[in-house]
T-cell receptor, first 112, second 115 residues
Framework: DAKTTQPTSMDCAEGRAANLPCNHS???????VYWYRQIHSQGPQYIIH???NNETNEMASLIITEDRKSSTLILPHATLRDTAVYYC?????????????FGTGTRLKVLA | NAGVMQNPRHLVRRRGQEARLRCSPM?????VYWYRQLPEEGLKFMVY????????ESGMPKERFSAEFPKEGPSILRIQQVVRGDSAAYFC?????????????FGSGTQLSVL
């Protein structure tokens, strides 16, 4: 089972920041938080990942709370092309195989 | 550096036939993961392989499904005697190493349709 919970869907106005929350209250100290997105029926696309510190790259920012029980993905200026399903993933360290377990994700719709 | 290559992009089979899906990982990647996505559902883990070894097949159906990643050539996901319920998108992902901080790179998938 996925170790994360996300809202089912969200809307965001074009040009505004999209803030996608994720709860991962059972995360272990050495487990990373990953974000991927899937546009329509394409393969999942890597966005960003982090362990403790906030991270930023050309696509997004990742804010992780101090207790690491939740995080927020921020798309600073959402465009129509950012409409996708966004998956927050914590890779379980106990399995030994480090497989990604996808939940149901958040369906983000960017509105013109 | 080419990304993860999957072929065919679309595959149509009749019930009872065999389906072979191929995945060439990114150059230098020796870890391959297969996922299945049913219509309107999320991705479900199937199997994780390293070169010549199956590491985790906990998501594979017990019958008709098999996977391999030979020393040379692509990884193959094989489905024997396909049924309509096998119709889905099958995604392959690769990574260069095993580790909690490693990210996976996904291919564009193979859409299998069983008539």
């Amino acid at each position: 089972d996925a170790k994360t919970t996300q809202p089912t869907s969200m809307d965001c106005a074009e040009g505004r920041a999209a803030n996608l929350p994720c709860n991962h209250s059972t995360i272990s100290g050495n487990e990373y938080v990953y974000w991927y997105r899937q546009i329509h029926s394409q393969g999942p696309q890597y966005i960003i990942h982090g362990l403790k510190n906030n991270e930023t790259n050309e696509m997004a920012s990742l804010i992780i709370t101090e207790d690491r029980k939740s995080s927020t993905l921020i798309l600073p200026h959402a465009t129509l092309r950012d409409t996708a399903v966004y998956y927050c993933i914590v890779r379980p360290a106990t399995s030994g195989t480090y497989k990604y377990i996808f939940g149901t994700g958040t369906r983000l719709k960017v509105l013109a | 550096n080419a990304g993860v290559m999957q072929n065919p992009r679309h595959l149509v089979r009749r019930r009872g036939q065999e389906a072979r899906l191929r995945c060439s990982p990114m150059k230098g990647h020796s870890h391959v993961y297969w996922y299945r996505q049913l219509p309107e559902e999320g991705l479900k883990f199937m199997v994780y392989l390293q070169k010549e070894n199956i590491i985790d097949e906990s998501g594979m159906p017990k019958e008709r499904f098999s996977a391999e990643f030979p020393k040379e050539g692509p990884s193959i996901l094989r489905i024997q005697q396909v049924v309509r319920g096998d119709s889905a998108a099958y995604f392959c992902a690769s990574s260069p190493r095993q580790g909690l901080g490693e990210k996976l790179f996904f291919g564009s998938g193979t859409q299998l349709s069983v008539l």
